[in-house]
């Protein structure tokens, strides 16, 4: 029974499937009215009535008008926006009113049959039967109701002919009953086939929504950066072409590369160097907020796109605030980190270029910027292409001399400042097999530097000198650049060179330079212990240009410092720059540290840094770099200058 029940049951708890089903239903309203009313119409002109007035007129005429406005109604509702709640009001209500005019109809019928002749009857028959199964199909999209509909209209009609005419309407009225369920059955089958029509139509836009999802996803990710969070490289660039193609009037492109990221992350560790990108992205944004869109290029690189008629004035104000907010101090996880920014500007007015030159253009005076000595803001220029062109060849001149071995050694002379002999050599890169010509140590070690063959170019340095030195006794100063002192393996290189030429560590001086201690000072620290602890002494180049303290030099215990070239320089010419060469002197002293003067170009200076106190004499007074050759031609045991 409670099967059978629920065949009756209105279903409105799928909503998709009602909704499916109140859609159907409002396309067929209409014409299930117009059946019933041309029904209601037809029997009442071909059929004689009883002779009562309501049943011979004003029941068919209100059951027209109910029909017709009923259908007109339901006609202009077809592209009506209808909530969950309305259909589920519609449907019951079209449920209902379905059964209450079927049951008027079937019973207008029925008072219409006793009075009529035998055509006359089979036409209310006829009618009666062809209106029911009308209705039936009309309201197939609700089973419930239209299965209620035939109950009504069926049971009623079987019913009265076989008792009210037993002989005559017997077959009529089985055969009516038969087509009835045939109809129904018909209907169910319908339905099922419905359902499952719209369930799939649902399922498959549910797997449309999770490819819609699981697409915009896999966009999301593809132009995102994992690390910050940022756009990405992809996203910049798709960002400018839908500018370019809306016809932006200006824009501009911000590149900025960190100062000193490697270092931090080969002395810190990737964890620290990973949150320390998470921060940047941070400080960054809050320089950024609503401006312009911030961008991870990849690595210690961001980039920032400014659009608007006033692109070119908002980027240079953000290139210097984003350059004062990475000079700040920034501490993460107990570790107080010291970075810079190298930033380059361009500009587009007027969409002139593609968005690969904008952002080409911006990465030029990017590391224009890092080659004029990081730290500052330059804007592209057309120069900076020569420019550009210029170091990328000399870096591959550079790859190609060392594999064919254009590179060479010379040497300049230490001089020993109280007895005037030669102490040792300091060691200097020369590259005098280039095809071009040869190039000076100024115009390429920097370019060196950036592209990380420093690194090997200073082991050649190294091992050249450490091979011809070697038998010869004298001590051996190497200046060590910053990126090669950076690297993690670099103190187990130096000792593998040592090993393999056999050249005695106590006669080894490395120098490096006091910008890199300020830099890194606890990767400085740990390079100086290593170097002394396998015998090779450490001094510190180019003294008295920076701001080096008497606590400061006690806390890297350096074997040596060596005045840099400009004090020697104002020798003779500015008081005090005597008084400052004999106050450096004395502090070194005082630590037991050797001091060396380089650049000492005259008798006069030399005279004046010997009575300072100076150990040692290095410059062009006692000659220029040469081969080792030329400098042991002139002798070791005789002094190459007279002390007085």
Known sequence: MRGLSDLYRLQTRDADLMRAQFRALIGQLPILYFVVACSTLALWLSVTGPGHGVVDGIFPVMLCLICLSRGVWWSRRRLTYFSDSQIRRHIRNTGLLAVVMTTAFMAWGGLLYPPADTVQRGQIAF??????VACVICLMPLPSVALGLATVS????????????????????????????????IMFRQHRSFVA???????LRRRQSAMRQLSEENRRIALTDALSGLPNRRALLTRLDASRGKGAASQAVIFIDLDGFKDINDTHGHDVGDALIREIALVLGKVCRDRAMLVRLGGDEFAVLVQGTDAAATANALALEALTALTRTIVLDAHEVHIGASIGVAHDEGGAISSYELMRRADTAMYRAKSDGKGGIRHYHANFDADRRHRRQIEIDLRQGLARGEFDVAYQGLIDADTGRLLGVEALLRWPGRPEGMLGPDHFIEIAEACGLIHPLGQFVLRRACQEVGPHGLMLSVNVSPAQFRQPGFEADVAQVLAETGFDPTRLQIEITETYLIDHPERAR???AAFQKMGVAVALDDFGTGFASIGYLQSYGFDCVKLDRTLSAGLGRDRRAAMLVSGMVQMARGLDMRVAAEGVENEMQASMLRLAGCDVLQGYHFGRPAPLAVLLERGMSEPWVRVN
């Open 526 to 528: 740990h390079a100086i």
């Open 197 to 203: 029509l719209v369930r799939s139509r649902r399922d």
């Open 127 to 132: 009618f009666v039967a062809l209106t029911q």
């Open 154 to 185: 069926t049971l009623p009609f079987l019913t009265f002919f076989l008792i009210a005419y037993p002989q005559g309407m017997v077959v009529q009225a089985i055969n009516f009953a038969l087509v009835s369920s045939a109809v129904v059955l």
